[in-house]
Nanobody, 121 residues
Framework: QVQLVESGGGLVQPGGSLRLSCAAS????????LGWYRQAPGKQRELVAA???????NYADSVKGRFTISRDNFKNTIDLQMNSLEPEDTAVYYC???????????????WGQGTQVTVSS
């Protein structure tokens, strides 16, 4: 059974920084795309940033230049460094991974449980 566990959310003042981490565990053969999504109250879940197994990255326009996504392919972890945070960044942040399990041939998307990020003075 594959599990994704996020950590690092919290309350921060505007202009501050937070670092989110997500660890994948279980019977994992390979992880392709890893990503961070967020969902604010009353809004749809949206992509924040994604990174492939080869290191190619993609960012939402609203976070370019402020957020940095990174991954450790040996530890099966993904991080999101968030700088210059704004109140509009307030949301529940979710980790998502496209995983092929050991002994399997198909790829599936898995989600973490989410971590709250609140940017407020």
């Amino acid at each position: 059974q594959v599990q994704l566990v996020e950590s690092g959310g919290g309350l921060v003042q505007p202009g501050g920084s937070l670092r989110l981490s997500c660890a994948a565990s279980g019977s994992i053969f390979s992880i392709h795309i890893l990503g961070w999504y967020r969902q604010a109250p009353g809004k749809q879940r949206e992509l924040v940033a994604a990174i492939t197994s080869g290191g190619a990255t993609n960012y939402a326009d609203s976070v370019k230049g402020r957020f940095t996504i990174s991954r450790d392919n040996f530890k099966n972890t993904i991080d999101l460094q968030m700088n210059s945070l704004e109140p509009e960044d307030t949301a529940v942040y979710y980790c998502k991974a496209n995983i092929r399990e050991s002994g399997g041939s198909s790829w599936y998307d898995y989600w973490g449980q989410g971590t709250q990020v609140t940017v407020s003075s």
